[in-house]
């Protein structure tokens, strides 16, 4: 998404950021609620994020404290807007194959750093409740214009709700968008997780479930099981969960990707219901594997 007040940006980063090393800057599209530049110096590259949401700033600004690798900056305000000034890592998102053993026991090891941290008990890390995004989910396509999709979408949601998973509420600290955007492969070798707007109490089995999901397929139509059983292995290996728990982190993202879908009416194309139903058919091909 292009940012509108791109030039009034760029010369408030000139003069009150850089006044005497700035050379350029560009936007980097990575979609999500934030707009994300790359900043030139003569010094070196700077990643300049803005975000409107005052919640998801402190919780990204907390997150820099607890993790302390990629986040450590200071923070100003521009127009509306609360932005962070962190190094700029050069490299590119995780992709499948990134997915060696080394690296999943790499990747691990970075995010027990979130697991093992003592949040600041002011900022607020609200837990998702699974009936309540399923109770959202199902609001949201009841109010969708009645056609053959909401019916067949109707009878998915009524199997997903016989076997909805519960867990209690918890003090465990997760990332919470756990995607190959926000895990990022630089030039020499090392993994950074960032980002972390959506940092809050819950699951492990949320994050791992969402990463394991997006790398092997199954957040889109072509959901390659293969790649999938790999990935479950390695990544449990570590990470040690029950079939319960990972069906839990897998119905916490398909319920979240059903709301957000249904929620938006540039995604209500004949097409774009199409894709969302064979999404929501992928659900239970990973069940059946889960539980097997």
Not at 174 to 191: E, R
Not at 206 to 234: H, P, Q, T, V, Y
Request: aromatic letters at 16%.
């Amino acid at each position: 998404m292009k940012f509108s007040h791109y030039t009034e940006l760029q010369r408030f980063v000139e003069k009150n950021l850089f006044p005497s090393e700035y050379k350029d800057m560009y936007e980097i599209y990575t979609g999500g609620s934030s707009y994300n530049f790359c900043v030139i110096t003569t010094k070196g590259k700077y990643f300049l994020k803005l975000l409107e949401d005052k919640g998801a700033f402190y919780k990204i600004k907390e997150f820099c404290r607890l993790y302390g690798v990629l986040y450590e900056s200071k923070s100003e305000d521009f127009r509306e807007y609360k932005f962070l000034l962190t190094q700029f890592i050069d490299g590119h998102k995780i992709h499948y194959r990134d997915c060696t053993e080394a690296v999943i026991e790499c990747l691990w090891h970075n995010y027990q750093k979130i697991l093992n941290c003592k949040p600041d008990s002011t900022v607020i890390y609200s837990m998702i409740d699974i009936n309540v995004l399923f109770t959202e989910a199902e609001t949201a396509l009841k109010e969708t214009k009645k056609n053959v999709f909401s019916i067949l979408y109707a009878k998915i949601m009524a199997l997903l709700k016989r076997e909805l998973v519960y867990f209690p509420e918890t003090h465990n600290l997760i990332h919470g968008d756990l995607m190959a955007n926000n895990i990022l492969l630089a030039a020499d070798g090392s993994f950074h997780i960032i980002d972390g707007e959506m940092l809050r109490y819950g699951h492990i089995s949320e994050d791992m479930a969402s990463l394991l999901l997006e790398l092997s397929g199954f957040l889109g139509i072509w959901g390659n099981m293969s790649r999938f059983k790999r990935l479950f292995s390695s990544i449990n290996k570590y990470a040690l969960l029950s079939s319960k728990e990972w069906l839990y982190g897998i119905q916490i993202v398909y319920l979240t990707l059903i709301k957000r879908r249904l929620n938006n009416p540039d995604k209500q194309s004949f097409r774009k219901r199409l894709c969302l139903f064979l999404i929501m058919l992928q659900y239970f091909r990973i069940r059946n594997f889960i539980n097997r």
